[in-house]
């Protein structure tokens, strides 16, 4: 089972330049795809979430477009097929 | 020779250079354009300088990032080069500090950072490692933060011993004598008033502090209203702001060259923040605080921005060089101790930070 994941342009880089990433899902959780991520892309995990292993504040992610703060976090279940969607929230000046 | 001075702002890095003794500089830049730098150190140890830069990597976070050619190209630690272990339950929210150690103490660079904790690497700041004798201060949760967040700000390690001086807001200054194991609150005499007991152990404003250049345990602190000195490393401070056109500010800058020379830029405060006047002015006193003198020729009038912590600094050179940015985007370089400046830069985002070297 796999998920697509969609990244920014800016972080694109820190993924061989991919903007479209297909990972093992496995039927599990967000925190579990952002892991099997960062095995292979680890500063593309730094980018998205700090040590503690918190999405970063100005980060938001979405799965099949529902934005996880609002569900259930990095608990949120990634089916089969799912597209996780890495965005930068309005912030900055 | 090459004087080289780094500029840190809050949207990029820029690199300036001057070929001909400090009088005319070129601008290079930007580097890690976006990029909010908030630190910058320039190691002149190993067989190449290295740039080092804290930066805020717009909404990916912050990490350190590191240059062997200034400024060509860059890299950073895979895992970070600054990670709070995970038993902390801590994320690291901004690097405040890069500070190279002495020659003696080659690859050793000591960092500052929100949430309030020092840092120490021994491989040049490819990693660090968390100074616990720090961050288990039984103190430290009592530390709050200042209006720019709460963290060490100001890392002074004492080349010919052990002790390591830092600053926090809030906090204030704490220094260790056994290289960081265990540390002490050194504020008597530094005032907080914005508490209600004016005169506490800890928990002061400490905006800088600065070592003088004929005395280890002479220091200078610029201080959220007040500006002190210390001839005991600490153990008391007595005031030095007489003279001066207004007591708070945010950089203090002690001359590498000169026992007693100091240089600081005062601001209006408490709400207004602004040179007085909207007059940008640097003090120096030549006796340890004793006296003042302005510095106005090459400064601007009409000018209304703040100059941060670290947006000023001092060079290596004779006469030692001055350098001031502000937060409207100009850097000023003095070649003469801050006789008299010249326009390095203007236009540029807020200036955070300046670091000066002098590059063989």
Redesign the interface.
Known sequence: MTAEVVLPGVLADLAGGAKHLTVEAGGGTLGDLLDDLAARHPLLDRRIRDETGAVRRFVNVYVDGDDIRFGRGLATPVPDGAVVQVLPSVAGG | MTDLLAIGTRKGLWLARSEDDRRTWTLDGPHLLAQEVAAVSVDTRGPAPRVLAGIQ?????P?VMRSDDLGRTWT?T???AI??P?ET????ARVWQLRPDSADRPGVVWAGCEPHSLWRSEDGGCTFDLVRGLWEHPHRPTWEPGGGGGAVHTVLPDPASERVLVAMSTGGVYVSEDGGGAWTPRNRGITAVFLPDELPEYGQCVHKVAVDAGDPDRLYAQNHFGVFATDDAGVSWRSIAAGLPADFGFPVVASPRTPGTAWVVPLVADMERVPPGGRLRVQRTRDGGASWTESAAGLPDGSWAAVMRDAACADEGDPTGVYVGTRDGCVYASADEGDTFTLVAAHLPDVLVVRAARLP
């Open positions: 990597y717009g909404h990916w976070g990490t950073e895979e895992s970070g990670r709070f995970e339950g801590a994320a690291l």
